[in-house]
């Protein structure tokens, strides 16, 4: 039976909302003013079963400063470099040492 992939479709994400979506299931995440082009890619690669994020995602011309990576926790930008090495939850856990569980986001 396929699997669902949820994809995150906004008009800005931080880092710290892009790591959060991605912890709880998200599959990819891109801007509302993505070209169809993109759109198709993302969604292909979701239903692929691999992870897929826009480039642009976080760059929001208006709100450069806003969106900068100094505002997530040192763990925090921890967990994100290993989100964006293609690690899975369990593997984030287990590079950092810690036990996963449920997110309390769901």
């Given at each position: 039976?396929?699997?669902t992939?949820?994809v995150?479709?906004?008009?800005?994400?931080?880092?710290?909302?892009?790591?959060r979506?991605?912890?709880c299931?998200?599959?990819?995440?891109?801007r509302k003013?993505?070209?169809?082009?993109?759109v198709?890619?993302?969604?292909?690669n979701v239903?692929?079963?691999?992870t897929w994020m826009?480039?642009s995602?976080?760059?929001d011309?208006?709100?450069?400063?806003?969106y900068?990576?100094?505002?997530?926790?040192?763990?925090?930008q921890?967990?994100?470099?290993?989100?964006?090495q293609g690690?899975?939850?369990?593997?984030?856990?287990?590079?950092?040492?810690i036990?996963?569980?449920r997110?309390?986001f769901?």
């Amino acid at each position: 039976m396929p699997q669902t992939g949820i994809v995150i479709w906004g008009v800005a994400v931080t880092d710290a909302e892009a790591l959060r979506f991605l912890q709880c299931g998200a599959r990819g995440i891109l801007r509302k003013t993505a070209a169809v082009p993109v759109v198709l890619a993302c969604l292909r690669n979701v239903a692929e079963g691999r992870t897929w994020m826009e480039d642009s995602v976080f760059r929001d011309n208006l709100h450069s400063e806003r969106y900068s990576r100094t505002q997530l926790t040192i763990r925090e930008q921890q967990v994100l470099e290993l989100v964006e090495q293609g690690l899975k939850n369990k593997e984030i856990a287990n590079e950092l040492g810690i036990r996963p569980g449920r997110s309390r986001f769901t």
